[in-house]
């Protein structure tokens, strides 16, 4: 059982449509970060949210977390092909001794 | 600065050898991780050193593996012997400051691709 979950695991939209991936779980974060991994490389932090309801916006990417700080969302506005990537959550929760775990991911195609 | 740099890129191994992978963190950063990421189970925290020193090995998944962190500018992990089930891609990650906090950065390196045959 994975303590993150994530969806849609897979996706493949067209280029300049919008779209929204889920990470949640039924465990308390005190943090939650989103990392992008192209292939071949290894993940890239995009951002990290410690409040609850808290809202960062990142050029095109929206990201929430939300107000029990169990789940938190990615929304791309107009997806280019170079948003094209797995996209992982990660949470840090006290039993888990605050160590980041990650979500298995959800792989993005956008297509032009 | 030069990142995360980890060798190989590519490792492909029989069942039984020895392999060794190395890592170079960001100079200056205090935290060193070891992740394993497979299909099946994801990205998994096999280790972690802070200022040279094993924190949490809890996730090393058996004495087959090993970790060495001699100084701050160098880490390797072993494993030996190797097994078919230890494929999958390594990867070193190093970060600034008090981990824990919940707000820290991670730097990933690009990972070795392990293949045991």
């Known amino acids: 059982t994975q303590l993150l979950e994530q969806s849609p695991q897979f996706l493949s939209i067209q280029e300049g449509e919008n779209l929204t991936v889920y990470c949640n779980s039924s465990?308390?974060?005190?943090?939650l970060q989103w990392y992008r991994q192209e292939p071949g490389e290894g993940p890239v932090l995009l951002v990290t949210v410690v409040t609850g309801g808290e809202v960062k916006k990142l050029k095109r990417l929206t990201f929430q977390f939300g107000d029990a700080r169990k789940d938190s969302s990615l929304h791309i506005t107009a997806a280019q092909p170079g948003d094209t990537g797995l996209y992982l959550c990660a949470g840090a929760a006290m039993n888990y001794g605050q160590n980041f775990v990650f979500g298995p991911g959800t792989r993005l195609s956008v297509l032009p | 600065d030069a990142g995360v740099i980890q060798s190989p890129r590519h490792e492909v191994t029989e069942m039984g050898q020895e392999v060794t992978l190395r890592c170079k963190p960001i100079?200056?950063?205090?935290?060193l991780f070891w992740y394993r990421q497979t299909m099946m189970r994801g990205l998994e925290l096999l280790i972690y050193f802070n200022n040279n020193v094993p924190i949490d090995d809890s996730g090393m998944p058996e004495d087959r593996f090993s970790a060495k962190m001699p100084n701050a500018s160098f880490s390797t992990l072993k494993i030996q012997p190797s097994e078919p089930r230890d494929s999958a891609v390594y990867f070193c990650?190093?970060?600034?400051?008090?981990?824990?906090?919940?707000?820290?950065?991670?730097?990933f390196g690009s990972g070795t691709q392990l293949s045991v045959l």
């Open positions: 100079s200056g950063h205090d935290y």
């Open positions: 465990s308390v974060f005190s943090s």
């Open positions: 990650a190093s970060s600034l400051g008090k981990y824990g906090t919940g707000n820290e950065k991670l730097f």
